[in-house]
């Protein structure tokens, strides 16, 4: 899962900050200094949480080395861009762009003598809902509530004219990249894995069935997906593409219409949700901004470039289940667990609240951040008070890996796994049954007659009759069942070309041409002679 850990962080202001680690363990005092690293960096902890909630799982449990490579290969694709595109994105386009806004409104700006300790200017990292059209001009009057917050993110005011050029920077530049980045490493991981195991292991279709099923069955179930290769290619690089760019388009759109958020009707809807899109330290996706990224750059890429069907269906099988549980069931354990521990611990919590005030997306119970409640502790001045509420952030981070591990990597993983087993083993069974069932091929040796006609005296002489190397013909009919006894091949048949029978020696049977039985001339199987060229 790109960027977002799959646990605790419940809304973009939640999310850790790619912050130094070092300092800020030494600063607090803490024991557990790696606790404290992984509440401080994003990167680390993104990685922590996705490697043994879901990615692990799914790499140990593959069912062959060549499964394994691909699974690993996307976890590590994942991975690049999660550490590498934010970091690219923080250290080369937001300073350039904090440079050029400050150039084109430097009264806007506050100097940087005048900015508090540990402030920078950072314009870009203003939550999309300040940044509405609607109800801008009050919204910042000044003296009011968010005017007062601006000095946070270097700035003095917020002319309307910078706060569009900040939301355009952060839709079509930020989002944007970030967005075709994970579009094209869904195409290039999701077709490139086919290129590369059937081009290193000589083996064609998906790669979960190489020790379960046969060479032939395989061979079968991969002939739709080569013959419309090039096809699904086309569609999933277009459809993925335009996706990925639709999305800050519909957000443009939406913040700069007069809508105000919470109206009736969708786009007041859609405003009122928006803090959930918001990026974390400017370059960090939020997993509600990720959400749909995840249908465009990973559902439908997988689904275009499965092999054959037992691997569209679990592509489907694990979407639906990992969707759910990264964007909605992750939300309830953590909520749910942190509201119980709450309870539970109230009075020796003595008034620290592990939970939001507010609801979730879905209208479940909110728990904090886990790098937010380690740095609230660090406040607490009660030493009881503040290892306990540490212990607890533990408990519920821990209990989201948990839960991501069971349901996820695990359940899941080995649910659709066995799935495909029991389906490919029945499939093979079929396929063994219906080739018993079918005809048998014969080769039917015939000798070949030698002797010359009878010649009736003063009549035309009658042509010797003229082997033929090999036709193909129907056995006899089974005279007590009906049924034909089988298809073969005659070899070397005795062909009168005049009046034309068709005699098959080894069986004493011999038919005018234009008598033949019904059965014969239905089943297809023609007889030809190459002289007349007649068909019998």
């Known amino acids: 899962f790109r960027n977002q850990p799959i646990t605790v962080h419940q809304t973009p202001a939640d999310r850790p900050q ?4 070092l300092p800020a363990m030494a600063a607090a005092g803490l024991g557990d200094q790696f606790t404290t690293l992984l509440a401080q960096n994003q990167v680390l902890s993104r990685v922590f949480v996705e490697f043994f909630g879901y990615t692990g799982w799914n790499v140990a449990l593959a ?11 996307d976890s590590v694709c994942w991975a690049v861009l999660g550490m590498g ?8 386009l937001v300073p350039r762009f904090n440079r050029n806004l400050k150039a084109e409104f430097p009264k806007a700006f506050l100097p940087r003598q005048a900015l508090g300790k540990g402030v920078g200017i950072k314009p870009l990292d203003l939550p999309f809902e300040w940044l509405d059209h609607a109800g801008f001009a009050q919204r910042f009057a000044k003296g009011t509530a968010f005017s007062k917050q601006l000095p946070k993110y270097g700035l003095r005011n917020l002319p309307k004219a910078l706060a569009t050029k900040v939301l355009n920077r952060k839709l079509f530049a930020i989002m944007m990249l970030d967005y075709l980045a994970l579009w094209a490493k869904a195409n290039g991981y999701s077709w490139g894995k086919n290129w590369v195991t059937a081009h290193f292991s000589k083996k064609e279709g998906f790669s979960g069935i190489f020790n379960i099923a046969s060479d032939d069955y395989r061979q079968e179930q991969v002939q739709d997906y080569k013959a419309h290769r090039k096809q699904r290619l086309f569609w999933s690089l277009g459809l993925s593409f335009l996706g990925s760019v639709a999305f800050p388009f519909i957000m443009s759109r939406a913040l700069k219409s007069p809508v ?6 969708m786009m007041g809807w859609f405003k009122k949700k928006m803090p959930y899109f918001n990026y974390s330290n400017i370059v960090y996706m939020s997993k509600y901004a990720l959400m749909w990224q995840v249908f465009w750059n990973w559902n439908l890429t997988g689904l275009m470039a499965a092999r054959d069907k037992n691997e569209r269906r679990e592509h489907l099988m694990k979407c639906v289940a990992t969707d759910f549980f990264f964007f909605v069931g992750d939300d309830f354990i953590s909520g749910y ?55 607890l952030g533990k408990a519920i981070l821990f209990s989201g890996i948990a839960g991501t591990a069971l349901c996820l990597g695990i359940s899941m993983t080995l649910l659709t796994q066995w799935f495909t087993k029991q389906k490919v083993r029945r499939e093979e069974a079929e396929r063994a ?29 009658m042509p010797i009759a003229t082997p033929i190397r090999s036709v ?22 005795f062909l009168h070309q005049n009046p034309g029978t068709l005699m098959l020696p080894a069986f004493n049977h011999v038919y005018p041409y234009r008598q033949a039985p019904v059965a014969m001339v239905e089943s297809c199987h023609i007889i030809q002679s190459p002289y007349s060229g007649q068909r019998f």
């Open 85 to 92: 595109v934010p970091v690219l994105l923080g250290k080369m």
């Open 337 to 391: 667990m942190g509201k119980w521990l709450q309870n539970r611990y109230k009075k020796p919590l003595g008034g620290y609240q592990l939970m939001h005030t507010r609801r979730g997306l879905f209208g479940n119970p909110e728990a904090k951040g886990f790098h937010e409640i380690i740095l609230e502790a660090n406040a607490l001045k009660n030493p009881a008070q503040r290892q306990l509420a540490k212990r």
């Open 260 to 265: 105000k958020a919470g109206s009736r009707g």
């Open 63 to 73: 069912r062959n080395g060549w499964e394994r490579f691909e699974r690993a290969m």
């Open 433 to 461: 049954g219906r080739r018993r069932a079918a005809p048998v091929s014969v080769s039917v040796p015939v000798p070949v007659p030698v002797s010359v006609p009878r010649q009736i005296p003063g009549s035309t002489p």
């Open 18 to 21: 790619f912050s130094g680690g």
């Open 472 to 493: 193909p013909a129907i056995l006899p009919l089974n005279q007590s069942s009906g049924q034909s006894l089988g298809q073969g091949v005659v070899q070397q048949p």
